[in-house]
């Protein structure tokens, strides 16, 4: 499979992650804010960096024609944050995950991103129920998911994590992942 493609919205662009974004990655990834709420990647140099790129982003375009887009503004270089889908094989259904660095938070990126992505899984992928995992305390990332359409699901716990997680999601399990018709991710 290939990468995802490039998304456009109205103040933003999603492309997938290329070996230059090394050095964001390495930004991203050791905020601390990052490491409190996501967790610490150990990404701290170039060389772990272009491992998670070999082994984590392009690993996931290959094995499932999705993974992490980076998050540009539009006519800016150089990006904001990350957001894309994951594929956890403890959940039953891809998640939405998103990061940006301290001076794009606030702004409403994380939702439009967020949004982007979602609209293209159901519109290219078919994917009806995604989910997204945040913890107890990140109040942030909980407004997203819930301006984004997804509702609370209950808590799971994720190996390689110390505390249950809030899990959401765009469709109830037991839905076979469909949404009504005409109900948006928007």
């Known amino acids: 499979m290939s990468p995802p493609p490039i998304l456009m919205s109205a103040r933003l662009r999603l492309r997938p992650l290329v070996e230059g974004d090394v050095d964001f990655l390495i930004a991203l990834y050791g905020d601390p804010d ?16 272009l491992a ?4 984590g982003a392009w690993a996931s375009y ?36 998103y990061a940006l660095l301290p001076a794009g938070r606030g702004r409403g990126f994380a939702r439009e991103a967020g949004r982007a992505a979602l609209e293209w899984a ?18 942030a990332s909980q407004r997203v998911l819930e301006a984004l359409g997804m509702h609370l699901e209950g808590h799971v716990r994720i190996p390689g994590d110390d505390a249950d997680l809030r899990l959401y999601a765009t469709a109830p399990a037991d839905s076979g992942g469909a949404r009504p018709a005409g109900a948006p991710v928007r």
């Open 52 to 55: 998670y790129l070999r082994n």
């Open 34 to 49: 990052f490491i409190r709420f996501v967790g610490d990647r150990g990404i701290r140099d170039r060389p772990a960096a």
């Open 62 to 97: 290959e094995a499932h024609g999705f993974g992490p887009w980076a998050i540009e503004r539009l006519g800016e270089r150089g990006p904001i944050g990350i957001c894309g889908l994951y594929r956890r094989a403890t959940l039953d259904a891809p998640d939405l995950g």
């Open 122 to 139: 159901e519109d290219a992928l078919g994917l009806r129920r995604i989910l997204a995992i945040t913890t107890d305390e990140h109040r």
